[in-house]
């Protein structure tokens, strides 16, 4: 799969640094990795990883301050100039895990502000870039090597698989952002640039504790081989497993 | 159908009035009908159905100002004491018609805090109500004459059925409020309270416009005979029409 460039949110832990650590690693590698993260300064492990790889670049991207996506987005059009941005991987996100006893409005409206109105407004924002990568790609059709925005969702964010209820605030923000997903892979189809979510499965990292059933390297393997490499038209705007099956909604 | 008691949101226009009216109309009716909106003052055509009908009660309900819930909760309360409230129908709602282009984070946000934080909260503040009305009623299993919370949803959060995109406000919002009706059914199961979200069809009112193709009073008598009368288990937590079909998500 040759992606020519790939921004990540939330790229200092958890998933996002595996997606990172993995694209970097990948041969073919990207032309620029962004790792895109609140504090850049603190990023010590993204820091050592973009010493050892030149075509990581660690880019501050402060979900809910609208002001550093345009810095980011004139940061990445220096880099890339016509060839635009290949991939927005909406990676970032907070698990407020609250029943409805204990949920407070504050929660929610926190979970919505990360999860579903950070990952519009920088798709917003990177939209003119992603536009431009689809317009001068070889490739026709809907890819992740021509132009994708990629949402992570989660599995909680699933209606239909909502067995046990509870997790308010989250599952409420995850179902939100697979249903603009959906809009955007409408609203975008005729660009050339596709837009789905992702459910990355229950993983090892900080939100999914530690009996998760997979390890983060697994877990972005299969995003990366089952989901990236191989989805199309059939996939756009639903909801692909990390095994690449489509699960909705 | 015999409902003890009743309050509406949003009732001093379009579905919530129309709710309040026929509610107030219907044989038999319930003992109390509270028709909650912001400004009380200014619901005139609310005041003369209240002169109409001694059972039909006008409450201040802010959405977003939990304040006015608590007071809500205590006015209710002084009526109906140990019989609780039957039925919670958040009805109130906004419709931000906004493409991708044009939304702002602002819209998003405003449109969340109606539509889903709003119903949530004062869903919280009622629950005791509700409870006690589950508790006390002669009917058991899952009934709108036992005790139900009902959410005003609508096709347009369906994702499923979004075919054309845009709207980004409205729709995250109103699958957003059918995953948190999907969470309280679960979770008030055994306290013998249903949740349920409405579909009522794309009707003529302020915020479906001329063009719809229902009027506001086929759509609520819909409701009311072919939703509220007839549903219980099946339907607890699912999105169901005015027709009284299932229809998810």
New interface residues.
């Given amino acids: 799969m040759e992606i020519a460039s790939i921004l990540i949110t939330g790229a200092n832990r958890g998933l996002g640094y595996e997606l990172v650590s993995q694209f970097a690693a990948a041969k073919p590698s990207p032309d620029f990795i962004y790792a895109g993260c609140r504090n850049p300064d603190g990023a010590d492990k993204l820091k050592e990883l973009a010493q050892k790889h030149p075509n990581v670049k660690i880019i501050k991207i402060a979900i809910g301050d ?1 002001s550093s996506y345009q810095t980011a987005v004139q940061q990445v059009t220096q880099d890339v100039g016509d060839r635009g941005l290949t991939v927005l991987f909406n990676n970032a996100g907070i698990l407020t895990y609250r ?3 204990k ?1 407070t ?1 504050e929660e ?2 926190k979970e ?2 990360v999860d ?2 950070g990952p ?2 920088l798709t ?1 924002a990177f ?1 003119p870039l992603l536009k431009k990568a689809a317009d001068n790609s070889k490739d026709k059709g809907l890819s992740c090597t021509r132009a994708a925005v990629l949402n992570m969702t989660s599995g909680i ?1 699933l ?2 698989d ?7 605030p989250y ?3 995850k ?6 997903t ?6 975008f189809k005729s660009d050339g640039i596709m837009a789905v979510s992702i459910n990355p499965g229950w993983v090892q990292t900080d939100l999914g504790g530690a009996n998760a059933t997979l390890t983060p390297t697994e877990c972005i393997e299969g995003i990366r081989n089952n989901v990236m490499a191989k989805m199309g038209e059939k996939e756009n705007g639903r909801v692909v497993k990390y095994t690449g099956i489509i699960n ?2």
Same sequence: chains 1, 2.
């Fill in positions: 609208e029943s409805f006893e949920v409005a929610m409206r919505y502000e579903v109105i519009l407004m917003k939209y964010g209606i239909s909502n067995t046990s209820g509870n997790i308010y599952r409420a923000a179902v939100a952002l697979n249903m603009i959906k809009s955007m892979s409408i609203d909705d909604y």
